[in-house]
């Protein structure tokens, strides 16, 4: 196993044959003792030029895929949310657990748009789905996964009803709510 100086300097053998190979290194920003300019770390001078077009190429191409991965009904953009779905019908702390794997969490509507986005996709599987909202381990209100209390709801009629003893959410195909025990198995949907 090499340690920690060995990467070091395999990292420095791979940035001095990258500036050989521009043809120019006239500095690095961001290592000391090596000026470098406008404290940009870690790019030869030579690439600073580059970065504007390669942010600008980047986002363009992030705008592209996610136009097509909307066409094909892959996921849905709402506002400053992605919402997507595996298609996995799982209990709710996997549910949850998917979507944090992946650098998201539960849908959870925050108003009658989102809440319209999750249904379109709960109707495209046409499963009803877990939302990102619990009553806590102790009883009280639902709340939002991160604990703020809840700003929207769409309950069903009649709903809340499980007196304490159905703590999580589900959504219907019609876009309503129902509180759920949480060890049923429901579609997973997930927000960005």
Same mark, same amino acid.
């Given at each position: ?8 300097? *395999? /990292? ?8 050989? $190979?521009?043809?120019?290194?006239p ?6 003792? *090596? ?14 030029? =580059? %970065? ?8 363009? %191409?992030?705008f592209?895929? =996610?136009a @097509? ?6 996921? %849905?953009?709402?506002?400053?949310k ?10 709710f ?6 979507c +944090?794997? @992946?650098?998201?969490?539960? $849908? $959870?509507?925050?108003n009658? =748009?989102?809440? *319209? /986005?999750?249904?379109?996709? @709960?109707?495209q599987?046409?499963?009803y $789905?877990y939302?990102? *909202? ?5 009883s ?7 604990g ?6 769409? &309950?069903h009629?009649? +709903?809340p009803?499980?007196?304490?003893? +159905?703590?999580? @959410? ?6 309503? &709510? ?7 198995? %429901? ?6």
């Amino acid at each position: 196993m090499l340690s920690y100086s060995s990467y070091i300097l *395999i /990292a420095l053998a791979a940035l001095l044959v990258t500036c050989h $190979a521009l043809s120019k290194c006239p500095g690095m920003s961001g290592l000391p003792g *090596i000026p470098g300019r406008d404290g940009l770390k870690g790019l030869p001078d030579s690439l600073d030029a =580059e %970065r504007p077009n390669a942010s600008v190429n980047l986002k363009h %191409r992030l705008f592209r895929l =996610e136009a @097509v991965l909307a066409l094909n009904g892959k996921i %849905r953009k709402v506002g400053e949310k992605m919402l997507a779905s595996n298609g996995k019908k799982v209990d709710f702390a996997s549910a949850l657990q998917s979507c +944090e794997e @992946v650098g998201g969490t539960l $849908a $959870a509507p925050k108003n009658e =748009e989102e809440n *319209i /986005a999750i249904m379109d996709i @709960v109707k495209q599987y046409n499963q009803y $789905a877990y939302l990102g *909202i619990r009553k806590g381990e102790t009883s009280g209100p639902f709340k939002y996964i991160n604990g703020m209390p809840l700003n929207y709801s769409n &309950w069903h009629q009649h +709903e809340p009803d499980g007196k304490g003893k +159905e703590k999580c @959410v589900e959504m219907y195909t019609d876009g309503t &709510w129902n509180d759920k025990k949480c060890n049923m198995y %429901r579609l997973t949907i997930c927000e960005f």
